[in-house]
């Protein structure tokens, strides 16, 4: 259960890093944006919740549940948040990342 919750909040300050720099990218202020400021500090929250995920968990298994985690989150918030397109490319690559969580899973 505390796997759950680390990786659960690596996960939600990652993708909020990631939204906060969609919205400056868009922004006449770009890197000296609030967004993009923010964004960077979200990206830096992680370490902590990396660090008590690789205390009982090996380094690729962390990365693929996280990496996962987060493509399929972001995928959902770019279709519809940012009403970009979702191509069969898309739909391979979250494949693939599922079946990659299988993989290191059965192994654990």
Same mark, same amino acid.
């Given at each position: ?41 979200? %990206? ?7 660090? %008590? &995920?690789?205390?009982?968990?090996? &380094?690729? &298994?962390?990365?693929? *549940? ?7 989150? &972001? ?12 191509? *069969?490319?898309?739909?391979? !690559? ?12 059965? !192994?654990?």
């Amino acid at each position: 259960m505390e796997t759950v919750f680390w990786l659960a909040l690596a996960t939600a300050f990652t993708i909020a890093g990631d939204v906060l720099i969609k919205i400056a990218s868009a922004s006449p202020t770009g890197l000296t944006s609030w967004g993009f400021a923010l964004g960077a500090v979200c %990206y830096g929250s992680p370490a902590f919740a990396w660090f %008590y &995920l690789m205390r009982d968990h090996a &380094l690729a &298994l962390v990365a693929v *549940l996280y990496a996962s985690a987060t493509l399929i989150a &972001l995928a959902l918030l770019g279709v519809l948040v940012f009403r970009e397109s979702f191509l *069969l490319r898309d739909a391979l !690559g979250i494949a693939l990342a599922l079946a990659a969580v299988l993989v290191m899973h059965r !192994g654990a």
